[in-house]
């Protein structure tokens, strides 16, 4: 099968490591990375014996397919001339900063048959793998994103930065449309929110609760999930998931457990976590998410299968993502001496946005 001829469009941190795996992976020819920054750009070129471009239109006739990892402001207009030239694109999240623009990347792709994969790379760690084949008709899920100031895609807030992976995540389990979202957030270095808490309810009744902070004490990316199939908890930083299966007597109801004699109550408590709620803790062998994500870009398009996170996928994370961005604009409070107000947090590249910061 011939190799994908691919440029990788963006050297910053994302896109040198796209660069360095791409060059390792054999369905792959790496012709090149393209930034217009040029020493930043010489730099890793030289380092990793890559040939180097300052312009997309240098390098877009030798080439099959890109990965487009440049900041989020200008997805659209490198993916457009990409597709309308029949090039596969994978781009990293989110997708685009609108959803009319993730809507036109999709038409474009669709009608030049052209793969558009999105790199929501958190549905290739595998902990979350294991853990997805646990879930059955989610109730209840509560995720956690947290970490210190990276000062990268500072372009975006931490919902379209951190929460987008969880929001995604969150709609591949429960498969329902989102009926109400609620959000409040703070600035802490702005323009855009730092710290986000959303409340997202679907339709089929499943409520799920997200926390995403770039400004945290302590890195954490965790993902609990209560279903009718029972409990799972997945680490995505150490690949760990613990998983329960409730117990014959928990299924029947509470009011089984409540009508047992006192001899019988003591047995529960004795034995919660090792029999009626029995915990099983699964390590699951490494795996790097973005080369499977990389080696499933060129599967797609050598084999023409339909990736994981399809453009569709993506947008329908960006939309609920916006829609949080939106109900955190529309909560504010006043905090006494402290007045911390959410910027407008749907991104406005082509002007200022003010923002209140505390006194």
């Known amino acids: 099968m011939r190799q994908v001829r691919l440029a990788v469009i963006g ?6 490591i796209h660069a360095k795996l791409a060059k390792g992976i054999s369905a792959f020819k790496l012709v090149g990375v393209v930034d ?21 239109s240098e390098i877009a006739s030798k080439i099959d397919a890109a990965v487009i990892a440049t900041p989020t402001l200008y997805h659209k207009d490198v993916a457009v001339p990409l597709l309308n030239a029949g090039k596969h694109v994978l781009i990293e999240k989110p997708i685009t900063l609108t959803t009319e623009d993730a809507d036109e990347l999709i038409d474009l792709a669709e009608h030049h048959r052209s793969v558009l994969q999105v790199g929501h790379v958190e549905r290739f760690n595998p902990a979350f793998r294991e853990a997805s084949k646990k879930v059955e008709s989610p109730r209840f899920i509560r995720g956690e994103r947290t970490s210190g100031y990276t000062f990268r895609s500072v372009d975006v807030g931490v919902t379209l930065d951190l929460m987008i992976h969880d929001i995604d995540l969150v709609l591949s389990l429960v498969r329902s449309p989102v009926v109400d979202v609620q959000a409040t957030g703070l600035t802490v270095f702005g323009p855009h929110e730092d710290i986000v808490e959303t409340r997202l309810t679907f339709a089929s009744g499943c409520v799920a609760n ?24 997945v680490d995505f930083t150490t690949r760990k998931v613990k998983s329960i299966v409730a117990d014959e007597i928990v299924k ?12 019988g109550k003591n047995w529960v408590r004795d034995n919660l976590f090792s029999t009626v709620l029995p915990c099983q803790e699964i390590e699951v062998a490494p795996g790097n998410a973005i080369e499977a994500e990389l080696r499933e870009f060129a599967d797609c398009i050598q084999r023409g299968l339909t990736p994981t996170v399809t453009g569709q996928a993506a947008r329908e994370a960006l939309s609920v993502a916006l829609k949080v961005s939106d109900a955190v604009q529309q909560h504010r409070w006043d905090g006494g001496k402290f007045n911390l107000v959410g910027p407008t947090m749907r991104p406005e590249p ?7 910061k505390a006194a």
């Open 350 to 356: 082509k002007r200022a946005v003010a923002t209140k």
């Open 36 to 56: 217009p920054a040029k020493e930043a750009r010489d730099a890793f070129c030289k380092e990793h014996k890559i040939k180097g471009y300052d312009d997309v």
């Open 210 to 233: 997200l926390t995403a902070s770039r400004a945290s004490f302590t890195p954490s990316r965790s993902m609990e999930v209560f279903s009718d199939a029972g409990f799972v908890g």
């Open 252 to 263: 029947q109801g509470a009011s089984q457990v409540h009508r047992l004699s006192a001899e």
């Open 11 to 16: 050297t910053g941190h994302l896109g040198k």
